[in-house]
């Protein structure tokens, strides 16, 4: 398309949206060589805003762009030239809506894909024509301005967006919001993209645009996934390694590295939900299919989107999962660049020099270094390094993990000094627990005051949610308490060490567990799992799963398959709502006669191949769990066992699923035994000193995380 063609085309839209061609043309010659493409078949807006004037900046939003940007090119195929990004002050409410009239509404053909993604501040805003209500809104660059001592918002609208994203001519639109509109009362934990509610007066121009909106024809149904489902949720973003990321896009974005999409899209929010409960957040992501009445009403949003599943976002049915993808090949042909958003969250901070992964050509990429996101690595082979290429998607094949893995407290800045002080040198006296200022680095919990009562002290999630039996007493000094910490602090690091075994994306044991309410008809299903990897087609799973949550006093059973040619170990571990350890476990009574006080003893749970097995087998365990890992192996948990067998448990704690008393101790002996499982460890004994060794032959870690209710 000619220059003059294209400032001709987009001239109308900015005088709908109230802006000059001299204000359009300052963002940058690259925006309109993206715009002035020809038609093609995906096209992508992808908005973020860390920066906004007299507002306390965000951290991860330009990242979030970043994750989106690398899985459409790498995953989804789309052309970068097609995927146009407004950053920072580039954002202003004027330019994202001209480039969505422009880059999407003018190019879109029926049956494009198109994608929108918003990463920034929300918030709500009354509007004159209605006083009555508030209304949800998006906060760009230019979010507010002073006229004549009255405060004007130049917010877009939710309900501006909908319509916008409805009025493209194809039905294959999806558009993901990570942001929320209530602000928390706490500034407890992760920082939140939501910004108190305004009273101020809209922008005219945004009211009509909204007006000549309402008055077009509406083809489309989009797919609108958010970051919250409810109203109160904050939309969070956390620090990781080395980099910041709104909790939504990265447990989004990983999810659709690693799984082909499933049929539905609450299977998919089944999964990321999963991951940002481990990330310390309780957000629960949402579509316009599952958010409150009052919220659909008040978008005017169709009646329903079920069964329009991720692969709205144009995947191909045969596309595999994987971990990543290289993205640069160095003049020595056998270095290579990669991008690893495609790995759990939990597991890239602690990713280890030698790891593995596999192109599709079979090679092996040797991984040397790692900064956040991004890796190199080596081809293993030097002839195999002309099968090298750009955009080669790489799966997992062998993980190396530290061995000296600590739990990280960050401690709250609301501390004042010497608190700060005393609290470091109490948890110093833990084993295995590190300390650091909350926001500088990550961290696993906050360590902080409450908010009612300031001269109490406790230990908190992420997401700024107490944990329960962990506050101090009333004046009770700051020492005192973190030293009392010491017992829970070795259960969090224990679930800390059996996440990381997580591989539900990369195993290639062909496993599928079906947890389940027990129920005098037939069993009902919660959520199901499997190793989709492992299997010879992939399929996703076909069943829309209801929302995980569990009603009190039910009882449940996990139906595990063991689709393999080789007999399965199994071990399962969680913590209850009360982040207290339990497992599951096999008890035997050794057959000796005449001895009445014969100590039972714990058996390995082994699984057959082609066979299934139920547990417990008595009539169910009751729901009072939050979160299980099911983790497989191919040789016997010795070392689990033996740990499990060390605590002295009462007759009456004989149950199939307990407490787990040393759950520290079982977690390291859990780790050891994977890695005595895997079949490459004589073969890279020189990583094996310090490092546990995984083979994604031998291990699968299956994660299930519920709300009872």
Known sequence: MKRRTFLQ???????????????????????????????????????????????????????????????????FGFQGSDILTLTEEEASREFIEAAFLDHLGKQAKPGDVVVFHFSGYGSR??????????????????????????????????????????????????????????????????KSRALQESVAKLAAEELDFLQQLKTQNLPSTPIVLAATSEPKQPAREGLFSGFSAGLFTYALTQYLWEFTPASTIQVALSHVENSLFKLGSRQQPGNLENLSPKRREALNSPPSLQGKGARGLGLPESIIGAEGAVTAIEEDGKTVHLWLAGLPPQVLLYYGVNSRLTLATTEQLVLRSRTGLTAKAQISKIEGANSLQVGQLVQEAVRVLPRNINLTIAL???????????????FAASSHVSTVVAGEKSADYIFGKLQEIPSRYGLFTLGGELIPN???????????????????????????LWRLTENQGSSRLPLKVTLEIISKISPRVVMQRETVRAFKTETPIKKSLPTPIVPIGSRMQYRVENQSDRPVYLILLGLKNNHTAVAFYSWETPQEPNTEDTKPL??????????????????????????????????????????????KYSTAEQQPISPLLNSLDVAQALLQDLHNASILKTEMNGTAADSYILDVNNWASLSFSFQVV
């Not at 038609?39 to 979030?64: E, F, H, V």
């Not at 962990?470 to 800390?496: C, D």
């Open 9 to 75: 085309r987009i001239g109308s839209i900015l005088a709908v949206l109230g802006i000059t061609e001299a204000e359009w043309l300052s963002l940058g010659n690259r925006y309109y060589q993206a715009l002035a493409q020809p038609s093609p078949r995906k096209l992508a807006l992808l908005i973020g805003i860390n920066q906004y004037p007299k507002i306390p900046a965000l951290s991860g939003c330009l990242t979030d762009v970043e994750l989106q940007r690398e899985l459409l090119i790498h995953r």
């Open 470 to 496: 962990t506050t101090g007493e009333v004046g009770e000094a700051v020492k005192l308490t973190a030293q009392k910490l010491a017992p829970k602090l070795s259960t969090l690091l224990a679930a800390k």
């Open 412 to 426: 709250d800045t609301g501390l004042e000094r010497i608190e700060r002080v005393d609290a470091t040198s109490a």
């Open 125 to 190: 805003v009354k509007l004159e024509t209605s006083p009555e209500t508030m209304q949800n809104a998006l906060v760009p660059a230019n979010g507010s301005t002073e006229s004549q001592n009255e405060k004007i918002v130049n917010y877009i609208l939710e309900e501006t967006l909908l319509l916008l994203l409805r009025s493209l001519p194809t039905d294959r639109v999806t558009a993901v919001l990570d942001t929320s509109y209530d602000a928390p009362s706490t500034i407890l934990g992760l």
């Open 602 to 647: 714990l058996k390995e749970v082994v699984i057959a191949p082609g066979e299934t097995l139920t547990l417990p087998q008595t009539n169910g365990a009751p729901a009072l769990f939050c979160e299980q890992q099911l983790i497989f192996s191919t040789a016997p948990f010795s070392g689990t066992l033996a740990a499990l067998n060390t605590a």
